[in-house]
C-alpha cells in the first residue's frame, strides 16, 4: 500500500495549479501531518512525504511499538494499484492517473458549507448573498463555503474579515453546543458503507483539538445515521464516491437537539485516522489530540520545533 497523507487539501481545491510541495510548505502543519500514516501503515507499505523522516523521529516511533514503513519522496513516486489517500485533488489524479476517482466538481458540491446547510439547516441560519444582509447580526458565525479546520469560519462582528468577502457564505447563529461527532462512511458503486462514529472536540471557531473513538453509545448517534441513510441519494447523486465524514452536533435550545449535518467532509479527517488508529492497535479505545508544547513522545515529527505534537492515551 502507498500512503499519502496530502492534509492540505482544501488548501489545494482553492489553489489547483499548486504542486505538492507548495502545499506542504504552505503551513507547518501541513510539512508535520505528512507523516501521519507511519502510525498506521505496515512494514511493506509506502509512506510519500516530501522530505525523509529523521532517524530520532523512526526510533521515537518504534519506542512506542510502531513497526516502520519505507518512506518515497515526491520526486520518487512508483507505480502501484493500493493507493490510500487523505482525499482526491487535482495532484493525485495527475500522480496516479490509474485511480478512480470522483471529478473535481463533485468535491467541491459535497464540501460545500452551503451544501450541507441544504441538506441540514441549523435553525436560525442562511445563505448570505450579499453584505447587506449581515448588517442587522450581532453575533454568530460567517462560514465560507470552503475551508479547513476553522480556517475559514470568524464571528460575524469581525467586520474586518468581512471586507472583500465573495458571496454567497453561510450564517450560523451559535448554540450551546453539547456534543460535537462525527460519522465516517464510504460509497463504492453507489453502495453505502457505515465505518464508525467519533467523538470531536474543537474550539468555538471550529479548529481541530482533539477526537476519541468509538464515540460512546448516544441517542443522537442512531438518529443522525437514519437521517443519512434517508439523504444519502442527494450525496450520491453529485456523483461522489469514496470516503467521507459527516459532522453533527448535539446542543441545547430549551431541550437538547441535534443537528445531523453541520459539514461532509469528502476526504479522510482526523476522526476518521483516531478510528483506523484504533483499529490498527486492537484497542477498544482510543484518544488523540493535537497539543502545543507537549513535551512528551507522540506521533509526528517534533525536532523541526513544529508548534503542536500528535498525542494520544488508550482506554481499557
Known amino acids: 500500500m502507498l500512503f499519502l497523507a496530502n492534509t492540505c487539501f482544501e488548501l489545494e481545491l482553492e489553489n489547483p495549479d499548486l504542486p505538492f510541495k507548495d502545499l506542504f510548505s504552505f503551513h507547518p502543519n501541513f510539512i508535520q501531518l505528512q507523516y501521519l500514516p507511519t502510525a ?50 487535482t495532484n493525485t489524479m495527475k500522480m496516479f492517473p490509474h485511480l478512480a476517482c470522483p471529478s473535481i466538481d463533485s468535491i467541491l458540491k459535497v464540501s460545500s458549507k452551503l451544501f450541507a446547510h441544504e441538506l441540514s439547516p441549523l435553525p436560525g441560519s442562511f445563505i448570505v448573498k450579499e453584505e447587506k444582509e449581515l448588517e442587522h447580526l450581532t453575533d454568530g458565525i460567517i462560514k465560507l463555503p470552503h475551508g479547513f479546520s476553522g480556517r475559514g469560519n470568524f464571528p460575524v462582528f469581525a467586520k474586518n474579515r468581512r471586507k472583500n468577502l465573495k458571496f454567497p457564505v453561510l450564517y450560523e447563529p451559535l448554540k450551546k453546543r453539547i456534543l460535537d461527532f462525527a460519522t465516517h462512511w464510504h460509497i463504492l458503486d453507489g453502495n453505502l458503507q457505515f465505518i464508525g462514529a467519533t467523538e470531536g472536540r474543537y474550539t468555538p471557531t471550529g479548529s481541530y483539538i482533539a477526537n476519541i473513538a468509538p464515540l460512546k453509545h448516544c441517542y443522537f448517534l442512531e438518529k443522525q445515521k437514519e437521517f443519512v441513510w434517508e439523504n444519502i441519494q442527494k450525496i450520491i447523486d453529485t456523483k461522489y464516491f469514496g470516503p467521507f465524514s459527516i459532522d453533527a452536533m448535539v446542543y441545547e435550545d430549551s ?56 498525542i494520544y492515551d488508550i482506554y481499557k
Do not use: H
Not at 459539514?263 to 490498527?280: A, D, H, Q, V, Y
Open 40 to 89: 498506521i501503515a505496515s512494514e511493506k507499505d509506502f509512506v510519500i512525504t516530501s522530505s525523509n523522516p529523521s532517524s530520532e523521529y523512526l526510533e521515537k516511533m518504534k519506542q512506542q511499538g510502531f513497526s516502520i514503513p519505507n518512506f518515497l519522496l515526491l520526486d520518487n513516486l512508483k507505480e502501484t494499484q493500493d493507493v490510500f489517500l487523505w482525499g482526491q485533488t
Open 255 to 310: 431541550k437538547e437537539k441535534l443537528q445531523p449535518i453541520i459539514e461532509i467532509n469528502p476526504r479522510r479527517t482526523m476522526g476518521s485516522f483516531c478510528w483506523m488508529l484504533k483499529e490498527k492497535l486492537g484497542v477498544k479505545s482510543i484518544e488523540i489530540r493535537y497539543e502545543k508544547n507537549v513535551g512528551q513522545p507522540g506521533l509526528l515529527p517534533s525536532e523541526k520545533n513544529f508548534p503542536k505534537q500528535l
